[in-house]
T-cell receptor
Framework: EDQVTQSPEALRLQEGESSSLNCSYTVSGLRGLFWYRQDPGKGPEFLFTLYSAGEEKEKERLKATLTKKESFLHITAPKPEDSATYLCAVQVDSNYQLIWGAGTKLIIKP | ETGVTQSPTHLIKTRGQQVTLRCSSQSGHNTVSWYQQALGQGPQFIFQYYREEENGRGNFPPRFSGLQFPNYSSELNVNALELDDSALYLC???????????FGDGTRLSIL
């Protein structure tokens, strides 16, 4: 069964304290992996798409990487405005649907 | 460029009632997907519409149904509401079903 697991469930950091969020997946064939950010009361906001192992994407303080079994979202020197829930989703070769993880709630304290 | 808009933002219903949620897709997008997101969980795919036809369905019962109109806006209808239907309902649009999708801010449905 295709599955996406995110860890940790929640992460509290001090402003400026770098860390990584994990998204591990078990799928029959990966077509693409997507990272989204979701603020309270809002819909998910697209961040990155990764297609193949070894690929990396960067945007401001965020960097997403992909291996054959997992993806990491690295956050460097985070600021309080980076606080949000970060969601990971995968699209498998045989399907157009997205399979989502439960998300990591990131809290950055000033 | 107009983004995805959903209405209403909040809704309270009782068990057994019926509800209709609405979504206007982003300008130029012809594909709409609907998701259910329970508190603390990721979105669960309900179904997708492409050019007014259902283009795929997730593991939801037939009491969840939908429509897409010629202007590519969409409706989600849920009959015989159950307590477990309480959730945030998200609509996402894209061009020709391609990723990434762009999401609206959802309708928060509460069932009493």
């Amino acid at each position: 069964e295709d599955q996406v697991t995110q860890s940790p469930e929640a992460l509290r950091l001090q402003e400026g304290e770098s860390s990584s969020l994990n998204c591990s997946y078990t799928v029959s064939g990966l077509r693409g992996l997507f990272w989204y950010r979701q603020d309270p009361g809002k819909g998910p906001e697209f961040l990155f798409t990764l297609y193949s192992a070894g690929e990396e994407k960067e945007k401001e303080r965020l960097k997403a990487t992909l291996t054959k079994k997992e993806s990491f979202l690295h956050i460097t020197a985070p600021k309080p405005e980076d606080s949000a829930t970060y969601l990971c989703a995968v699209q498998v070769d045989s399907n157009y649907q997205l399979i989502w993880g439960a998300g990591t709630k990131l809290i950055i304290k000033p | 460029e107009t983004g995805v808009t959903q209405s209403p933002t909040h809704l309270i219903k009782t068990r057994g009632q019926q509800v209709t949620l609405r979504c206007s897709s982003q300008s130029g997008h012809n594909t709409v997907s609907w998701y259910q997101q329970a508190l603390g969980q990721g979105p669960q795919f309900i179904f997708q519409y492409y050019r007014e036809e259902e283009n795929g369905r997730g593991n939801f019962p037939p009491r969840f149904s939908g429509l897409q109109f010629p202007n590519y806006s969409s409706e989600l209808n849920v009959n015989a509401l159950e307590l477990d239907d309480s959730a945030l309902y998200l609509c996402a649009s894209s061009l020709n079903g391609e990723q990434p999708q762009h999401f609206g801010d959802g309708t928060r449905l509460s069932i009493l």
